[in-house]
């Protein structure tokens, strides 16, 4: 062993520093190594000693080593290193001092590494003990392993000599052996076939449908083998099988026969048990629904019910097969042999029947006892209630139906079966939420509320916002089930059945709006029938249900559009124009039943023709016409009501419509604010209400020149004498004259001051530039208090005039008929009876047709001598002192 201490060549020792032995050796002044404490440091030092003494310094040592070590000159070690070329090169290229320098450097590293070597060897001196005591072990062992692997090699031979002869022995009769295997085998199998039909009746019997189908199942492949016929030393031919069969070989009726007849058998009654339990589950899964809607907001009564009713781990295979969902019967009806496309229809009718239930009881939401809500009082809970009902339904079966049918032919019959369902389900939605489609009240069928007044019966307008929700609910229900199937057309279907709800909605307020119209307006005309005392307030409550009921109508369209915009954007230019010509369309019928309640059928035309049987106005027009043409003519003072409704229309109604559509509808930039149809409504309100004052004025001229008619005519004017007084009639045609005017007062029509002073209103303005003005005094060319008076005394004076131009006059006739004439125009005229003032144009009229009236009683009079003025100054005079007519 080296010194512990020391080391040296020759028994000289060289101790190394202490610093060198704490921190690290040196080698030719370079410091190879880092404190000794680092594992890293110390691996490399003993690496670098191992390669140092086992030669391999080139390959083992790190390059930074080598380089720090010999750094210009070749290992000494190497093999082609020659000693001698070295050390002539050295001398001859290296000076002297140079070469003292390299000697002690040299001689440095040979200590040192000297020192190295003895250390690697201290070091490792127990290892080089244990591999030699470990090489010595292996050597001993290796001879003792190569005495066993030669006994091993010879048992190896006995037992392969041995399988051999056991193989030449057995081979002659393994086929034998296999073969005798396999029959025994269908043995087995015969003897559990023959057996399946009993089982399979006795598990069908306590309702194990799985294990019945799994018996069948295990032997469905032996009975479509052999149970039909078979041939004996032949290939098996089936009994239905048309092949010619040669006459040697001999045909054999299986015993399988029977077995597969018992075996369908019990298969047909599987098949039917399994129809049952899928239209079972179908029905459980319902109910199932049902209870997670009614538990959904009371989670813990649903935790206690399942605590309380745990499933139980030990059921029997009939508890469970009693509980059979809807895939797992379909998976057993194709064990069963049932075909995919038969298994596909069955699954199916198992579903429709609970869907088309729960359609056909949403049908009968308007029959008592429905458990649905009325649309027309709730269509957002009528729909929450079917989509529940039907569409959670259908969910499931689609989903359960992809799940087991994903193929394409399945999807196809899918499409078919649902585009089925939901034209039901539509349908259904359509009559429900089409409100016009429901027959608004009629208007003859009323009822007597707590106050004895007389109200309408029949159902309610739909909320126009609850209707909109409700469509919206549908439109997102539906959302679901057309990812299930998106060929069926589900979103344009919606849009149809949004656009039809909207449209019906929009159809029955304006029906509403004219039930309740046809009510005020008989109303009116009976007030008006039994006198007319109060016939301006029947008037204005007609006017009232008309603006209340346009602005009622508008409001509902302006909900319907706002509460859910994007479900009219589409057709929001189709839906303007519907509600803007279901407001012409008010108007007109309005104008309509006004004209045909005043007018004989054939000798006026209609305003316009609307024969809509929905529609109350229209039934009331011709009501009215059919009343007209059983000879009912009692119609001045219905008449006189009806032109003040027609000036309300013309002016204020029109107003209000244009002012309510423009607030629902605002009008573009750049749009003319005088439409063309409210230019066309204007035109017929003043048509209409000219036609109907016509008619008021043909009946009251009508009645005031009958009674000058009997009085003329019975009067013997040829020996007339010279008057003293007016006659007395001319009394009763002043009074009946003055009663028009008071009528018309009554009746709420203005004057022509009141009209004039009126003229800034823009409604009258309007009025007045669709007027068409008649220049004949026997047509109203306005419907004014004034205008219909004079109209009326123009026409009583126009047929008196030809009354007249058919007698024969004595000069004091001639004089009686002068001083009644004067009786009139100062009465009418001077008294300002009509006109704003006396030399208004109606007054003109007045007196033109009163000179016509003088000059044919002077053509008709034997003498023409007109009467003094004086006179008839005088007698007038008289006559007002008497407390007759003022002057």
């Given amino acids: 062993h080296p010194p512990p201490d020391g080391f040296g060549d020759g028994g000289v020792g060289v101790r190394a520093p202490a610093s060198n032995r704490v921190r690290g050796r040196t080698v030719s002044g370079v410091t190879t190594g880092v404190a000794m404490s680092d594992p890293e440091s110390k691996a490399q030092r003993v690496r670098t000693l191992l390669a140092g003494y086992y030669g391999h310094a080139q390959s083992s040592a790190s390059p930074s080593s080598l380089q720090q070590r010999v750094p210009s000159v070749p290992p000494i070690d190497a093999p082609d290193f020659d000693p001698e070329t070295w050390v002539c090169d050295t001398l001859r290229d290296t000076s002297l001092g140079q070469l003292s320098v390299k000697c002690q450097q040299m001689k440095r590293e040979a200590v040192a590494l000297n020192g190295e070597s003895q250390m690697l060897v201290y070091e490792n001196y127990s290892k080089f003990i244990a591999a030699t005591d470990t090489v010595r072990d292996v050597a001993k062992n290796v001879v003792e392993m190569e005495g066993k692997m030669a006994q091993l090699k010879q048992q190896m031979l006995l037992t392969t000599e041995k399988a051999q002869a056991v193989d030449k022995n057995l081979g002659i009769r393994r086929e034998q052996v296999e073969q005798l295997s396999g029959v025994r085998s269908l043995i087995s199998k015969l003897q559990a076939a023959f057996e399946v039909p009993r089982k399979m009746e006795t598990a069908l019997d306590v309702g194990a449908v799985t294990l019945a189908v799994s018996y069948y199942s295990a032997i469905a492949p032996l009975l479509a083998k052999y149970g039909g016929d078979i041939e004996l030393g032949t290939t098996h031919v089936s009994s239905k099988t048309t092949t010619h069969v040669p006459s040697r070989t001999n045909t054999h009726v299986s015993p399988f026969v029977d077995v597969k007849k018992a075996a369908d058998t019990q298969k047909g009654v599987a098949v039917e048990m399994l129809i049952g339990k899928m239209a079972a589950a179908a029905t459980r899964g319902r109910a199932a629904r049902e209870t997670r809607r009614n538990n959904r907001d009371d989670a813990s009564e649903t935790s206690k019910k399942e605590t309380d009713n745990p499933e139980d781990p030990t059921q029997t295979a009939t508890s469970k097969s009693s509980h059979l969902t809807s895939a797992e019967c379909v998976c057993l009806l194709e064990k069963l042999g049932v075909a995919r496309e038969a298994s596909r229809v069955l699954f199916a009718k198992s579903h429709l029947t609970c869907m088309e239930g729960a359609l056909a009881m949403a049908a009968r939401h308007d029959t008592s006892g429905s458990v649905y809500p009325p649309p027309s009082a709730d269509p957002r809970g009528f729909v929450e209630k079917l989509d529940r009902e039907f569409l959670e339904a259908f969910h499931q079966f689609a989903d359960e139906f992809n799940a087991l049918f994903p193929d394409g032919d399945s999807k196809n019959y899918l499409t078919v079966v649902s585009k089925k369902l939901f034209s039901l389900y ?316 008071a009528a018309c007062a009554a009746a709420g029509l203005l004057d022509d001051v009141s009209q004039s002073a009126s003229a800034d209103d823009p409604g009258m303005r309007k009025q007045s530039a669709t007027t068409v003005h008649d220049t004949s005094p026997f047509t109203p060319a306005e419907c004014t208090r004034d205008v219909l008076t004079a109209t009326v005394v123009a026409a009583v004076l126009k047929s008196w005039q030809e009354i007249i131009a058919g007698l024969t006059l004595s000069k004091g006739g001639y004089h009686q008929m002068e001083l009644d004439f004067a009786f009139l125009e100062a009465h009418l005229v001077t008294e300002k009876k009509v006109g704003a003032s006396g030399t208004g144009a109606l007054a003109k009229a007045i007196r033109l047709l009163l000179e016509e009236c003088r000059d044919t009683a002077a053509s008709r009079s034997v003498d023409g001598t007109p009467l003094d003025p004086a006179i008839v100054t005088r007698i007038l005079s008289a006559k007002g002192s008497r407390g007759g007519s003022s002057l």
Wanted: include cysteine; aromatic fraction near 4%; hydrophobic fraction near 40%.
């Fill in 426 to 741: 539509f349908a259904i939605l359509k009559k429900a939420l089409d409100v016009s489609t429901v027959v608004p009240p009629d208007s003859h069928e009323t009822s007597v509320d707590t106050k004895g007044n007389p109200e309408p019966t029949g159902p309610k307008l739909v909320d126009a916002k609850g209707l909109m929700a409700a469509l919206a609910v549908m439109a997102a229900d539906l959302s679901g089930a057309h990812r299930l199937v998106p060929r069926v057309g589900l979103g344009d279907r919606a849009s149809e059945v949004v656009e039809r709800a909207v449209r019906g909605r929009v159809t029955a307020a304006f029906l509403d709006l004219e039930a309740s119209l046809v009510d005020a307006i008989r109303e009116a005309e009976e007030i008006a029938s039994g006198g007319g005392n109060d016939l301006r307030s029947a008037g204005e409550r007609v006017c009232l249900v008309f603006a209340g009921g346009i602005a009622q109508s508008l409001t509902d369209c302006q909900n319907l559009l706002e509460e859910r915009p994007v479900m009219v954007q589409s057709w929001r230019l189709e839906f303007e124009g519907l509600v803007k010509a279901r407001s012409k369309e008010i108007v007109e019928k309005v104008l309509q039943r006004l004209v045909a309640g005043t007018c004989v059928c054939g000798e006026t035309e209609t305003v316009c023709a609307y024969d809509d049987e929905r529609s109350p106005l229209a039934d009331a027009s011709r009501d009215a016409a059919t009343r007209f043409a059983n000879g009912f003519r009692d119609t001045e003072n219905i008449s006189l009501a009806a032109v003040t409704i027609a000036n309300f229309v013309a002016s204020e109604g029109i107003d209000c419509i244009t002012n309510l559509l423009q607030k629902c509808f605002p009008r573009r930039s750049g749009g003319d604010g005088n439409d063309e149809w409210e230019n066309d409504l204007r035109a017929k309100a003043s048509s209409a209400s000219v036609r109907v004052a016509s008619e008021f004025t043909k009946t009251a001229s009508g009645r005031i020149t009958s009674l000058i008619r009997r009085t003329t005519v019975t009067t013997n004017w040829r020996e007339a004498r010279e008057p003293r007084v007016v006659r007395p009639v001319m009394d009763a045609v002043a009074d009946e004259i003055d009663g028009i005017n």
